[in-house]
């Protein structure tokens, strides 16, 4: 037995309950009648029940345990949660939120692939520059690209799914772009989860029948691997946030970067325009 309680527990009771009444005496005169649990002194009550009946029994124990775990897991989940509600939409790995991802421009630097040795066909590096070489906003890809790549089967299938693609210039949907020409005029705009996924799904239809079909020109994002991964594991990653508090997550604002892709000519030599 503690040698500090041989009589029994009433001076751990006794103890416990001045110290506790004390920390919450306390934090009840704060000006602004709120009670701060950072700035309560913890310590001291964890002190007055040091070596008592929560030490001592089993049971008792227990139940601190759970009550502390649920508190720890219960925050945890409700700061992810809310984090987890505002998102953008990217390219990244396979353990990624669906919420907190985006479409943006890839690294198009050379890997070494079937399109190694081919003619590319580059769009600049700004919209007038990119319209300048002939290039025009790819939707879909969200990227400008040459016009010899431009796929209108792929474009059209995507925009007939749904409203999705239609762009906004806030988080908040509040103003609509009207035209393809006005939504490649800004760098960034505004979408929905929903319209995440019919782009991936879309652009990899576009794929297979560049691949299949052997086109000559194949748009750089089309080719791209990191894009492809990208939207592999995000289609993968988004099951495990079907329900996100009561509201369906697809209809979440998710961002989309305007790029300047180009395009691969598989019929010519390596050079660039």
Not at 32 to 37: E, K, L, V
Not at 147 to 154: H, L
Not at 193 to 211: L, N
Request: charged share 25%.
């Amino acid at each position: 037995m503690n040698e500090k309680h041989k009589g029994g527990d009433a001076p751990f009771e006794e103890d416990y309950d001045e110290t506790l009444h004390e920390i919450l005496d306390e934090e009840s005169a704060r000006s602004d009648g709120s009670f701060d649990h950072s700035k309560a002194d913890w310590d001291q009550l964890i002190k007055a029940t040091h070596g008592s009946r929560i030490s001592s029994s089993p049971w008792a124990a227990s139940v601190l345990v759970s009550i502390l775990t649920t508190a720890f897991w219960g925050g945890l989940f409700l700061i992810w949660q809310s984090g987890l509600l505002t998102g953008t939409r990217a390219g990244g790995s396979a353990g990624l939120n669906p919420l907190t991802v985006s479409v943006e421009p890839y690294d198009m630097s050379d890997k070494h692939n079937i399109f190694s040795n081919t003619q590319f066909i580059g769009c600049g590096t700004s919209t007038e520059e990119a319209r300048s070489r002939g290039c025009v906003y790819d939707i879909l890809a969200n990227h400008y690209v040459h016009k010899s790549c431009f796929d209108e089967t792929s474009t059209k299938s995507y925009m007939d799914e749904g409203t999705s693609w239609m762009g906004y210039l806030e988080k908040n949907k509040t103003t609509q772009l009207t035209t393809l020409e006005e939504m490649g005029d800004y760098d960034v705009y505004w979408t929905s989860q929903r319209d995440h996924i019919v782009h991936c799904g879309e652009m990899w239809k576009r794929q297979y029948r560049a691949f299949t079909q052997n086109w000559r020109y194949i748009d750089a994002i089309t080719a791209n691997e990191e894009h492809t991964f990208h939207c592999a594991n995000y289609l993968v990653a988004m099951t495990d946030w079907a329900v996100i508090a009561g509201r369906d997550w697809r209809q979440e604002p998710n961002t989309v970067e305007v790029g300047f892709a180009g395009c691969y000519d598989r019929a010519g030599t390596k050079s660039s325009k």
